[in-house]
């Protein structure tokens, strides 16, 4: 058991005074156990030396009847011996060592007292209190060794200290408890009253006091107050009563709470009876902000009201921080002001215990765009349209923080032109793009056609490299003839891109043209031509003109004997009756009808050979590209009677001209 109380020995069982010639004693208490041993502790009217003291403790373990013999730091002296084993009888062995000691020229008696006061750094240690808030709680002290014996309290290891002021007088009771269920063994000791704090460490001694009861025994409560202590439990529960007669107001009471079983846990304060209240106002109220906050915003600190009218609030933190007021705040907050803010208050002479609250100030994010655009484009910088050189600055919302957005905005002359589509007829295989750039080099595009063409099959081009200046697109199959748009995206070698629309219609092919004859031009109906189509509206075109009222589904010329034009070029625009879309067909190169004169064969190879049949005189040969240009001449016979094809793939009109003076066209395609 770890606790024995003290039980007042009567006079009869151990003698009060010893007359020694060295030291003299008076019996201060006694307890005797039923195994015949008795603890007596006793004062000396000398201070013995340290030297002393450790002699007299290795000599007194070679006595049979001595079990134990302790010094403290004051004149007290504890010793446990067999029941017959007197004062008196100690008192004896003690001068007998001591006639030993005097022989050897060491320090007997020490001429410095005790020190009566507490350490600084224990003044410093003590917090402020109060009984009245029962929000108020504190965390235990572990792993810190303690003073021994104090007062009634047998141990004082991992010490807390704490002070009350009086603000009502009177009696009161205070209940110190564990607010952890199932933890810690506190004891306490209190002193008091004192006028000030700053009095009470000057008096307070950490000194044990044998006669000193728990107040948990019978008439423990009522041996107190005892000298300056107010009141002492060493008992094994979680909480403990504090007990005050008779307070006035301004008096100051330390109190220290001690943890038995090293446990950590919360402590609390709470007044359970009598008419004495203790001041709350030396206890500094919580602090806190408005953290975390960003970058340039404003800081708010903020302290709980004191209960006392006239508090001073001191405000101490980062890069210099101070403030005298209860809310201070900082505007335009920066990193610099980030850290650990410190709340004091000090009211009617009383300085409150410190608090503390972090802040965190996040820093704002930076970015910075480089924009280059061609001249008379528009830049969307958030909400504002740029056209002309420039720097902006904008505060773009965040998540956590904003960012600052820093736009370098520059224009530079960049035009496109002549990005037109070649001639798309619907039996291509490609469409080509052809342009041409006044300022710069094309170096990559992308392509994002309209909903029209992506449902005909068309797909968007990621970014591509140019090679040369042209851009070839391959044509969905069987892409219906139609009006489509494609937005080219360009980037230039000197870092500008542009966007550009690009309008191009696919055409009818030309094979939905038939010739009948030389005088009549037919477009196929839906049994004859590829897509299907239905026809009602129709126009006639030559090289580009209409032909005025021809609106039939064919072009006749020979009601007065004339005949095609051989050198021209035709084309229909009928009207699809499905949707109503009017589009024209590519033209269509004729010739004069030969039953006798063909080309074979007409889809060839590039560089492969034709031969003319039927041909029974010199004739020439005349290739030109879809463009009209010409490509080739060349002089053939009944006997040489055939001529190489193109060596690029494409569409190209031959026109064979006899020696006696017929011409004749055929088309033919170069895989």
Same mark, same amino acid.
């Given at each position: 058991?770890?606790?024995?109380?003290?039980?007042? +020995? @009567?006079?009869?069982?151990?003698?009060?005074?010893?007359?020694?010639? /060295? !030291?003299?004693?008076?019996? &201060?208490? %006694?307890?005797?156990?039923?195994?015949?041993?008795?603890?007596?502790?006793?004062?000396?009217?000398?201070?013995?030396?340290?030297?002393?003291?450790?002699?007299?403790?290795?000599?007194?373990?070679?006595?049979?009847?001595?079990?134990?013999?302790?010094?403290?730091?004051?004149?007290?002296?504890?010793?446990?011996?067999?029941?017959?084993?007197?004062?008196?009888?100690?008192?004896?062995?003690?001068?007998?060592?001591?006639?030993?000691?005097?022989?050897?020229?060491?320090?007997?008696?020490?001429?410095?007292?005790?020190?009566?006061?507490?350490?600084?750094?224990?003044?410093?240690?003590?917090?402020?209190?109060?009984?009245?808030?029962?929000?108020?709680?504190?965390?235990?002290?572990?792993?810190?060794?303690?003073?021994?014996?104090?007062? +009634? @309290?047998?141990?004082?290891?991992?010490?807390?200290?704490?002070?009350? /002021? !009086?603000?009502?007088?009177? &009696?009161? %009771?205070?209940?110190?408890?564990?607010?952890?269920?199932?933890?810690?063994?506190?004891?306490?000791?209190?002193?008091?009253?004192?006028?000030?704090?700053?009095?009470?460490?000057?008096?307070?001694?950490?000194?044990?006091?044998?006669?000193?009861?728990?107040?948990?025994?019978?008439?423990?409560?009522?041996?107190?107050?005892?000298?300056?202590?107010?009141?002492?439990?060493?008992?094994?529960?979680?909480?403990?009563?504090?007990?005050?007669?008779?307070?006035?107001?301004?008096?100051?009471?330390?109190?220290?709470?001690?943890?038995?079983?090293?446990?950590?846990?919360?402590?609390?304060?709470?007044?359970?009876?009598?008419?004495?209240?203790?001041?709350?106002?030396?206890?500094?109220?919580?602090?806190?902000?408005?953290?975390?906050?960003?970058?340039?915003?404003?800081?708010?600190?903020?302290?709980?009201?004191?209960?006392?009218?006239?508090?001073?609030?001191?405000?101490?933190?980062?890069?210099?921080?101070?403030?005298?007021?209860?809310?201070?705040?900082?505007?335009?907050?920066?990193?610099?002001?980030?850290?650990?803010?410190?709340?004091?208050?000090?009211?009617?002479?009383?300085?409150?215990?410190?608090?503390?609250?972090?802040?965190?100030?996040?820093?704002?994010?930076?970015?910075?765009?480089?924009?280059?655009?061609?001249?008379?484009?528009?830049?969307?910088?958030?909400?504002?349209?740029?056209?002309?050189?420039?720097?902006?600055?904008?505060?773009?919302?965040?998540?956590?923080?904003?960012?600052?957005?820093?736009?370098?905005?520059?224009?530079?002359?960049?035009?496109?032109?002549?990005?037109?589509?070649?001639?798309?007829?619907?039996?291509?295989?490609?469409?080509?793009?052809?342009?041409?750039?006044?300022?710069?080099?094309?170096?990559?595009?992308?392509?994002?056609?309209?909903?029209?063409?992506?449902?005909?099959?068309?797909?968007?081009?990621?970014?591509?490299?140019?090679?040369?200046?042209?851009?070839?697109?391959?044509?969905?199959?069987?892409?219906?003839?139609?009006?489509?748009?494609?937005?080219?995206?360009?980037?230039?070698?000197?870092?500008?891109?542009?966007?550009?629309?690009?309008?191009?219609?696919?055409?009818?092919?030309?094979?939905?043209?038939?010739?009948?004859?030389?005088?009549?031009?037919?477009?196929?109906?839906?049994?004859?031509?590829?897509?299907?189509?239905?026809?009602?509206?129709?126009?006639?075109?030559?090289?580009?003109?209409?032909?005025?009222?021809?609106?039939?589904?064919?072009?006749?010329?020979?009601?007065?004997?004339?005949?095609?034009?051989?050198?021209?070029?035709?084309?229909?625009?009928?009207?699809?009756?499905?949707?109503?879309?009017?589009?024209?067909?590519?033209?269509?190169?004729?010739?004069?009808?030969?039953?006798?004169?063909?080309?074979?064969?007409?889809?060839?190879?590039?560089?492969?050979?034709?031969?003319?049949?039927?041909?029974?005189?010199?004739?020439?040969?005349?290739?030109?590209?879809?463009?009209?240009?010409?490509?080739?001449?060349?002089?053939?016979?009944?006997?040489?009677?055939?001529?190489?094809?193109?060596?690029?793939?494409?569409?190209?009109?031959?026109?064979?001209?006899?020696?006696?003076?017929?011409?004749?066209?055929?088309?033919?395609?170069?895989?």
């Amino acid at each position: 058991m770890r606790r024995f109380f003290m039980i007042f +020995c @009567a006079l009869v069982l151990c003698f009060q005074t010893g007359i020694i010639a /060295q !030291i003299s004693a008076t019996l &201060d208490a %006694e307890k005797t156990y039923d195994n015949g041993t008795r603890i007596c502790y006793f004062t000396t009217d000398k201070l013995l030396s340290e030297q002393a003291k450790d002699f007299l403790q290795q000599q007194a373990v070679q006595n049979k009847n001595i079990l134990r013999l302790s010094f403290y730091e004051d004149k007290t002296v504890m010793f446990e011996a067999v029941t017959d084993f007197t004062l008196d009888s100690v008192v004896n062995v003690i001068n007998d060592k001591l006639k030993i000691l005097s022989t050897r020229e060491v320090e007997i008696f020490s001429n410095t007292p005790p020190p009566r006061s507490l350490p600084q750094n224990i003044c410093d240690q003590i917090k402020p209190s109060c009984s009245d808030n029962t929000d108020e709680t504190y965390w235990s002290v572990k792993d810190q060794p303690g003073y021994g014996k104090v007062a +009634c @309290a047998n141990e004082t290891k991992n010490p807390a200290w704490f002070y009350i /002021q !009086i603000d009502n007088p009177g &009696d009161m %009771e205070i209940l110190m408890k564990s607010v952890n269920v199932g933890k810690g063994d506190i004891d306490f000791v209190c002193w008091g009253p004192f006028n000030s704090k700053s009095e009470a460490c000057e008096q307070i001694e950490l000194v044990a006091c044998p006669t000193c009861p728990n107040n948990t025994q019978p008439g423990g409560t009522s041996f107190y107050p005892h000298d300056k202590i107010t009141d002492c439990s060493y008992s094994g529960n979680s909480y403990e009563t504090l007990h005050i007669k008779n307070a006035q107001k301004g008096q100051t009471y330390v109190i220290l709470i001690t943890n038995f079983e090293n446990q950590i846990f919360q402590i609390n304060f709470h007044k359970i009876s009598g008419e004495a209240t203790t001041d709350c106002s030396i206890i500094t109220p919580p602090a806190s902000s408005n953290s975390p906050v960003c970058e340039g915003e404003t800081l708010e600190l903020y302290a709980k009201t004191s209960d006392t009218p006239n508090a001073v609030y001191n405000w101490s933190g980062p890069n210099g921080f101070t403030s005298n007021e209860q809310h201070p705040v900082i505007e335009n907050a920066t990193p610099a002001n980030a850290g650990t803010y410190t709340l004091v208050i000090t009211a009617d002479g009383l300085t409150g215990d410190p608090k503390t609250t972090d802040v965190v100030i996040n820093p704002l994010n930076y970015r910075t765009d480089n924009i280059v655009r061609c001249k008379g484009e528009t830049y969307n910088f958030y909400g504002e349209q740029i056209t002309e050189d420039c720097t902006r600055e904008k505060r773009v919302p965040g998540t956590v923080c904003d960012t600052i957005v820093t736009l370098n905005f520059k224009t530079e002359i960049c035009n496109i032109i002549n990005f037109t589509p070649e001639e798309i007829c619907a039996d291509y295989d490609k469409m080509t793009v052809l342009f041409d750039i006044s300022n710069g080099t094309l170096t990559d595009y992308t392509a994002t056609f309209d909903n029209n063409a992506i449902v005909e099959g068309f797909e968007n081009i990621e970014k591509t490299a140019v090679d040369g200046n042209t851009i070839e697109i391959t044509l969905p199959k069987d892409v219906k003839p139609n009006y489509y748009s494609v937005t080219f995206e360009c980037w230039f070698d000197r870092g500008l891109n542009q966007k550009i629309d690009v309008s191009f219609d696919v055409l009818y092919p030309s094979s939905i043209i038939t010739q009948r004859w030389n005088d009549v031009l037919a477009l196929k109906n839906e049994k004859f031509n590829e897509g299907d189509y239905q026809f009602t509206n129709y126009e006639w075109y030559k090289n580009d003109e209409i032909i005025p009222n021809e609106n039939k589904s064919y072009l006749y010329v020979g009601a007065n004997g004339d005949m095609l034009d051989f050198n021209a070029v035709y084309r229909a625009r009928p009207t699809r009756l499905d949707d109503n879309v009017q589009i024209f067909t590519c033209g269509a190169v004729i010739g004069q009808v030969d039953a006798f004169l063909t080309l074979h064969p007409q889809l060839v190879q590039a560089g492969q050979q034709i031969v003319v049949k039927n041909i029974t005189q010199p004739s020439k040969i005349s290739v030109f590209n879809i463009l009209g240009l010409p490509v080739g001449e060349y002089k053939i016979s009944q006997y040489a009677n055939s001529f190489s094809a193109p060596p690029i793939a494409g569409t190209y009109s031959v026109i064979v001209e006899t020696e006696n003076g017929k011409r004749y066209v055929e088309k033919i395609l170069i895989q």
